[in-house]
């Protein structure tokens, strides 16, 4: 009897058991089919297809509201490669115009990338190749088209300043979950340091697509779908016809041209020669041309009105009498004798009068005269061994902007050099070296380098009378005027 009474009890606990898990699973299946939204959208995972929805990047205007960069539309062949069957590799082949190598290569990293999402196979087909595709897109399971822009450049102008825009790295995926393999990002130039205002917000778009392949149509009427937003317009400093004549001045030649407007600090043209046409570096040649413009010995990537830092000579004349007169080793009437070619430890390369003040120096550029001026500041007061009056000097000298970075919207540029007395130190020890040592100094030559840059920024502090504003390349983001910082030197 109590045997017939365990197993009762055993086969009550299991039909209990069994009822309750049934009772889960129906209210689960109740809950899935009925209420939640979220699995009856995962239920159309097998016909839909979500396309995102790549903004137009803003648009980039010189001063006076000429287009400088636009958007043209271009489309990606994308990928799902769990999708891909009884593919006919001849005939897309041939509709790409692909080599059967590429197309093999491109497969494996789309499923390398995964098997289930989409990944771009072919980026920037042609006019032609989607006009095909389009027609004939329902024989290759697995393939879709994307639409997104490509930048164009109305004036083959400004390249350094402009910059361009490629695909994304891994290093800048990591960096930024918004972006994901085959986004696009900028790569240099305003393009890259305003990429956050120019990108704009991704969109999403849910479609329905049969077993042939073919889209029937938005997805629950859309509701699903997030709207992309277009990126922001930018003004532009440059005055883009200005900017044009410079660079056709400079064909043919090494060098640069820059143009500060000294009220503002906004830069009118600022021209490295030789250059490239930006045009060149989108679409599918971008690599390229990229590849061919690297291994140009002339170097037209390089920008030299930024990178390249140079002696600048008796342009800096002009600077060491400003810090004399502001350590007050001399006056504007101070004069100091000139033998001409004679003359030591500097000589004057032409003949002149003799003596000169301040303002006949400045005219005639001569040499003597700064290095007496310099020699004085170096040993004011007795302080010849002491170096303290070469460090006074330097950082009157930085605050005309020489030795740093501007903090500004300013591509990639060099901060030049001005030795400090560590420097000199290394080499000739604390106690080693004097005016004497450092003379070249005096005349802009030695070790100081100054970029064309900072060498245009010097002739604006000197109409502005002792500031600058910091020069900048970027007006206005729409219609938000941006403000960059003041400068203003030590020279009272």
């Given at each position: 009897?109590?045997?017939?009474?365990?197993?009762?009890?055993?086969?009550?606990?299991?039909?209990?058991?069994?009822?309750?898990?049934?009772?889960v699973?129906?209210?689960?299946?109740?809950?899935i089919?009925?209420?939640?939204?979220?699995?009856?959208?995962?239920?159309?995972?097998?016909?839909?297809?979500?396309?995102?929805?790549?903004?137009?990047?803003?648009?980039?205007?010189?001063?006076?509201?000429k287009k400088?960069?636009?958007?043209?539309?271009?489309?990606?062949?994308?990928?799902?490669?769990?999708?891909?069957?009884?593919?006919?590799?001849?005939?897309?082949?041939?509709?790409?115009?692909?080599?059967?190598?590429?197309?093999?290569?491109?497969?494996?990293?789309?499923?390398?990338?995964?098997?289930?999402?989409?990944?771009?196979?072919?980026?920037?087909i042609?006019?032609?190749?989607?006009?095909?595709?389009?027609?004939?897109?329902?024989?290759?399971?697995?393939?879709?088209?994307?639409?997104?822009?490509?930048?164009?450049?109305?004036?083959?102008?400004?390249?350094?300043?402009?910059?361009?825009?490629?695909?994304?790295?891994?290093?800048?995926?990591?960096?930024?979950?918004?972006?994901?393999?085959?986004?696009?990002?900028?790569k240099?130039?305003?393009?890259?340091?305003?990429?956050?205002?120019?990108?704009?917000?991704?969109?999403?778009?849910?479609?329905l697509?049969?077993?042939?392949?073919?889209?029937?149509?938005?997805?629950?009427?859309?509701?699903?779908?997030?709207?992309?937003?277009?990126?922001?317009?930018?003004?532009?400093?440059?005055?883009?016809?200005?900017?044009?004549?410079?660079?056709?001045l400079?064909?043919?030649?090494?060098?640069?041209?820059?143009?500060?407007?000294?009220?503002?600090?906004?830069?009118?043209?600022?021209?490295?020669?030789?250059?490239?046409?930006?045009?060149?570096?989108?679409?599918?040649?971008?690599?390229?041309?990229?590849?061919?413009?690297?291994?140009?010995?002339?170097?037209?990537?390089?920008?030299?009105?930024?990178?390249?830092?140079?002696?600048?000579?008796?342009?800096?004349?002009?600077?060491?009498?400003?810090?004399?007169?502001?350590?007050?080793?001399?006056?504007?009437?101070?004069?100091?004798?000139?033998?001409?070619?004679?003359?030591?430890?500097?000589?004057?390369?032409?003949?002149?009068?003799?003596?000169?003040?301040?303002?006949?120096?400045?005219?005639?550029?001569?040499?003597?005269?700064?290095?007496?001026?310099?020699?004085?500041?170096?040993?004011?007061?007795?302080?010849?061994?002491?170096?303290?009056?070469?460090?006074?000097?330097?950082?009157h000298?930085?605050?005309?902007?020489?030795?740093?970075?501007?903090?500004?919207?300013?591509?990639?540029?060099?901060?030049?050099?001005?030795?400090?007395?560590?420097?000199?130190?290394?080499?000739?020890?604390?106690?080693g070296?004097?005016?004497?040592?450092?003379?070249?100094?005096?005349?802009?030559?030695?070790?100081?380098?100054?970029?064309?840059?900072?060498?245009?920024?010097?002739?604006?502090?000197?109409?502005?009378?002792?500031?600058?504003?910091?020069?900048?390349?970027?007006?206005?983001?729409?219609?938000?005027?941006?403000?960059?910082?003041?400068?203003?030197?030590?020279?009272?």
């Open positions: 009897m109590a045997r017939k009474d365990h197993n009762a009890a055993k086969r009550y606990v299991i039909i209990t058991i069994f009822l309750v898990v049934a009772s699973f129906l209210l689960r299946l109740f809950y089919q009925v209420i939640s939204d979220k699995y009856s959208f995962l239920a159309e995972s097998n016909v839909r297809r979500i396309i995102t929805q790549y903004p137009p990047r803003g648009v980039i205007y010189d001063r006076n509201g400088m960069v636009t958007n043209e539309a271009a489309y990606d062949l994308m990928i799902i490669p769990r999708q891909v069957k009884d593919l006919d590799t001849a005939e897309l082949c041939y509709l790409l115009d692909l080599e059967r190598s590429s197309f093999v290569t491109r497969l494996k990293k789309a499923r390398d990338f995964s098997l289930y999402k989409p990944s771009i196979f072919l980026e920037q042609s006019q032609r190749s989607y006009g095909y595709l389009q027609e004939k897109l329902f024989r290759f399971p697995g393939f879709f088209v994307q639409p997104r822009t490509l930048r164009q450049y109305p004036y083959p102008a400004a390249a350094h300043l402009l910059g361009y825009v490629g695909e994304v790295n891994q290093k800048e995926i990591d960096k930024d979950t918004y972006y994901k393999s085959g986004d696009y990002i900028g240099g130039g305003i393009e890259k340091f305003y990429e956050e205002s120019l990108r704009g917000v991704k969109g999403e778009k849910i479609i697509v049969d077993v042939f392949n073919r889209e029937k149509g938005s997805f629950e009427n859309g509701r699903f779908d997030k709207p992309q937003v277009p990126g922001l317009d930018l003004t532009s400093t440059l005055d883009i016809e200005l900017q044009v004549y410079g660079e056709a400079m064909s043919n030649k090494r060098g640069s041209i820059v143009a500060i407007e000294p009220a503002t600090g906004e830069i009118l043209a600022l021209v490295s020669s030789p250059t490239y046409d930006p045009n060149l570096l989108i679409g599918r040649i971008r690599s390229k041309n990229f590849a061919l413009l690297a291994a140009d010995p002339l170097k037209p990537l390089f920008n030299r009105a930024t990178q390249a830092a140079y002696p600048t000579g008796s342009t800096f004349k002009m600077i060491n009498g400003l810090v004399g007169l502001q350590m007050g080793v001399i006056i504007p009437q101070t004069r100091f004798g000139c033998s001409g070619k004679g003359s030591s430890p500097i000589a004057c390369s032409h003949s002149h009068a003799s003596p000169l003040d301040l303002v006949g120096a400045i005219e005639q550029s001569c040499n003597p005269y700064f290095w007496n001026t310099f020699r004085a500041i170096i040993e004011r007061g007795g302080e010849g061994g002491t170096n303290a009056n070469y460090v006074k000097w330097r950082e000298v930085m605050s005309f902007g020489f030795g740093e970075r501007f903090d500004s919207d300013l591509p990639a540029h060099s901060k030049g050099n001005i030795p400090s007395e560590n420097y000199y130190n290394k080499i000739y020890g604390p106690k070296w004097k005016s004497m040592t450092i003379r070249s100094l005096s005349i802009g030559q030695g070790e100081l380098l100054i970029t064309p840059l900072q060498l245009a920024n010097q002739a604006v502090i000197i109409a502005n009378k002792g500031f600058y504003i910091t020069p900048h390349i970027v007006k206005k983001v729409e219609d938000h005027v941006l403000e960059f910082p003041k400068k203003i030197t030590s020279i009272k």
